[in-house]
């Protein structure tokens, strides 16, 4: 399969991947996908019958989000995605000259891509065996670094919706309440200590009624497909206000989504089997499989001066407990989950030092800086520091991959 459209080995989208987002130019919005470095309109797709055959409501493309369209359902999804790939191979429905000069197709660096869904509701696990380790040990007790509930339950807690942005928006450095080391009395300020966190996030796409789990057997039926994500944290303030109800201001000020959300159809080469799980997990929980996904990912700090550092080269498949596990626990009490909700994995770390998922656990504690090309240390993340993740896998026939996850950091 080959698009007639130019992309590069090194490009996230070759006509594998073909990702879902929403872009903008002034008042008109559009779902699109993406092919080498070119953004295609779905909805002039649509009104140039492309998509003939597939119920599709009217209007469905020009939605200020994906919510109404990943509604439809995955048997209709999947044929658009399916369509794409045929109308935009070689040969293909829309390999024809009166079609290419069209507004059809926008080169990715002119359009304007925006956050692709309303997320009513977002929760941040805590799945990464390494990363949860990690921070025991630096905050608690190495000798016993797991807290007793963590190999029996995806550990989780709700976070906020409302401070998610796309790619390319700035984070404004964050003020709050600190207890400086050998204080006895708060600080009021801006955090010293901010950092990124490593992370995917999956996309709900089918709703249970409140009062009715998912089963585990059925959860990736109620999965539209993944995101990175990047959980901005505050650790200065977060190691104060934690106890004994978890994060809050820490990590609500911001967090970062890539512009594409990539489906789990078009992730199923890389499924892998996940780490053995001891001891063994309860009924509600149990399943066989590869649930785990093969998908690199890296940390980039780009500096102020232009100087540039990947700081962390991690990977999604090191994950403890995979998302089917994540959703059927998150449901078990009755818990209703809604279309265009948020599920982020948890930072994802790996064993070595440089697959650590935050500069928390990469500089541990500040008392390893890194050191950048341009002279400069990092223990934490700089203001006019922009952080980039990324992530991808290669299927021997393409690139599948999210684009870039990037942020800059404001004083
Ligand atoms: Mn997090």
Redo the contacts with the bound molecule.
């Keep these: 399969m080959k698009s007639f459209i130019p992309v590069t080995p090194e490009s996230d989208f070759s006509l594998m991947n073909i990702p879902f987002g929403l872009f903008r130019a002034g008042d008109y919005y559009a779902v699109c996908t993406r092919v080498g470095d070119t953004v295609i309109d779905l909805s002039i797709c649509h009104n140039i019958d492309v998509f003939n055959g597939i119920e599709l409501p009217s209007g469905i493309f020009n939605e200020k989000t994906l919510n109404p369209f990943i509604s439809l359902g995955k048997a209709v999804t999947s044929a658009v995605r399916s369509r794409l790939q045929e109308a935009l191979s070689v040969g293909g429905y829309l390999d024809a000259d009166i079609f290419k000069s069209s507004a059809l197709m926008i080169p990715a660096a002119e359009a304007e891509m925006v956050l692709p869904l309303n997320i009513g509701d977002y929760t941040?696990f805590?799945s990464s065996r390494e990363h949860a380790t990690n921070v025991g040990k630096m905050f608690r007790d190495p000798a016993n670094a797991l807290l007793p509930n963590w190999l029996h339950l995806p550990v989780g807690y709700h976070g906020r919706a409302s401070s998610i942005t796309v790619s390319g928006t700035p984070v404004v450095r964050p003020s709050g309440q600190t207890m400086p080391e050998g204080a006895t009395t708060p600080h009021f300020g801006k955090t010293k200590q901010l950092d990124f966190?490593l992370?995917m996030a999956f996309v709900i796409g089918k709703e249970n009624p409140l009062g009715r789990p998912i089963p585990i057997e059925e959860a990736e039926d109620y999965i539209f497909g993944l995101m990175l994500f990047n959980?901005w944290?505050a650790r200065d303030i977060q190691k104060w206000e934690y106890v004994p109800l978890g994060?809050f201001l820490a990590?609500n000020f911001a967090s970062t989504v890539s512009p594409w959300i990539v489906t789990l159809e078009a992730l199923e080469p890389f499924r892998v089997k996940g780490p053995e799980q001891k001891p063994e997990v309860l009924p509600y929980l149990n399943i066989d499989g590869k649930r785990n996904y093969d998908i690199h990912l890296s940390v980039e700090i780009l500096s102020n001066s232009g100087s540039k550092k990947t700081v962390c080269r991690s990977n999604f498949r090191y994950m403890y407990w995979n998302m089917c596990q994540q959703l059927a626990h998150h449901t078990v009490n009755g818990c209703n989950v809604r279309i265009g909700d948020l599920m982020?994995s948890?930072?994802i770390s790996g064993e070595t030092e440089d697959s650590f998922g935050s500069m928390l656990e990469l500089c541990w504690k500040g008392t390893k800086p890194i050191q950048m090309p341009d002279g400069t240390q990092r223990t934490f993340i700089e203001d006019g520091d922009t952080v980039i993740m990324r992530g991808w896998n290669d299927t021997g026939y393409g690139r599948i991959g999210f684009g870039e996850c990037s942020a800059n950091v404001l004083p």
């Design positions: 941040d805590y966190e992370e959980d944290s994060p990590k982020a948890g930072t």
